[in-house]
């Protein structure tokens, strides 16, 4: 199976930065898109950035300009540079991971277990 884990989260003051990591291990054979979305309390989870395996990413509006995606393929981990934290930012941040588990097998979809990340002064 696929274990996706996280790190990175905490408390940061308003306009401050943090970094997210999660790192795919286990039994697969390839790793395609890769994920970060949110939740915060009493809202949906929402997507705030992806990106493909060749690099391509598209981002949440709410976040362009601040956030970068970025990703290391011979890691199979993806990161996120979170600049510019604002309150609105504060939820847990899951990470998500589009997972071929065998050459010619269906892409299946997992998470990780979530990091707090909390923007307050």
């Known amino acids: 199976q696929v274990q996706l884990v996280e790190s990175g989260g905490g408390l940061v003051q308003p306009g401050g930065s943090l970094r997210l990591s999660c790192a795919a291990s286990?039994?697969?054979?390839?790793?395609?898109?890769m994920g970060w979305y949110r939740q915060a309390p009493g809202k949906q989870r929402e997507l705030v950035a992806a990106i493909n395996r060749g690099g391509s990413t598209n981002y949440a509006d709410s976040v362009k300009g601040r956030f970068t995606i970025s990703r290391d393929n011979a890691k199979n981990t993806v990161y996120l540079q979170m600049n510019s934290l604002e309150p609105e930012d504060t939820a847990v941040y899951y990470c998500?991971?589009?997972?071929?588990?065998?050459?010619?097998?269906?892409?299946?979809?997992?998470w990780g277990q979530g990091t707090q990340v909390t923007v307050s002064s």
């Open positions: 286990g039994s697969f054979f390839r790793i395609n898109a």
């Open positions: 998500n991971a589009d997972v071929v588990l065998r050459l010619g097998g269906r892409a299946s979809d997992y």
